[in-house]
């Protein structure tokens, strides 16, 4: 009696203290998933694996984030990525524009043939009101948007010619995401568009299914070594290609504010590092990157001023026909901070 008395206090005392704890994160779960299209050894991947390392040093590991590459939360099908977000399926993503852009027809800005000339133009939109306007359409939609991080310019690559003007696009078969924008653009240069999955697309570069594919020159082509498949490439500056780093309201609101500081801080230091990896060996006088390339067989085309004028016109009436999808309004601002960048 005296026995279990005496010992009874310590164990309320235990009890107390191995409480407390686990009470301060009980709303935390033991890992939050975040997804990327691509594998995890692209720039983009390892974009995200930055991001996650820098948050589960500075929370101590209170916020466990495992990145989930090549689509896999979404079974390959990269279109769908958005609305898995929005579900919470996936907690925390670094996207594509291009991939949420048939969710969210503003984010079709970016793809907007010929519009953005250089990552000055880019800057100015996604760090301006753009940006910023951007940024609360998606709060709106269920996801906070945490920084921008970049997969870059989308220069075309393909195994049967030099592409320099439009004419050259007649009928080569080139592969594209499964975003109406894209295959409107192609059918306007003359091509003939084909969509497929980014899982799917490396096979039928392989066994030569398409002619030809676009994506960024560091983030992507160089580290699939495209050109064990094709062997030219136009530098051409079609679409910019911005990431967004972001996670899902809900998710975020359950994180104490101490920790949503660490995460935006977090996630603005890995997009800045990111957007630097992406864009080195591709801005004079640093071209390297265009080095490699010819190194490994490849002839680089640079579109000139006078060709890049013909790609404009060419694909004009796409970029009237989305301005409207996307907001008049919204090109209109984008516009003027681009002129303004200039
Ligand atoms: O599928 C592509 O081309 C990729 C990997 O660049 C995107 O996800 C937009």
Redesign the pocket.
Known sequence: MTHRSSIFPFFVALLFFCTIPSLAIADYKDEYKMSV??GSKLPWGQGAERFAELVRERTDGRINIKVYPSSSLMAGK?TNEFLIHRQGVADFCLA?T??WSSSIQELNLFNLPFFFPDYAALDAVTEGEVGDEIGALLAEKGVTLLAWGE?GFRELTNSRRPVATPADMEGLKIRV?GTPIFIDTMKALGANPVNM??GD?QVAFQQGVVDG?E??VVA?EIPVKIWQFHQYITVWHYVI?PLMLTVNNKVMASFSEQDQEIIRQAAQEAALEQRAIVRKGLIAPDLSAFDLLRENGMEVTFVDDTARTQFIEKTMGVRQSWTEKIGADLVAKAQAAIDASR
Request: glycine fraction near 0%.
């Open positions: 299209v691509v990269q594509s291009i991939n997969n995401v999955n980014w697309a594919q994506n960024p992507i290609d």
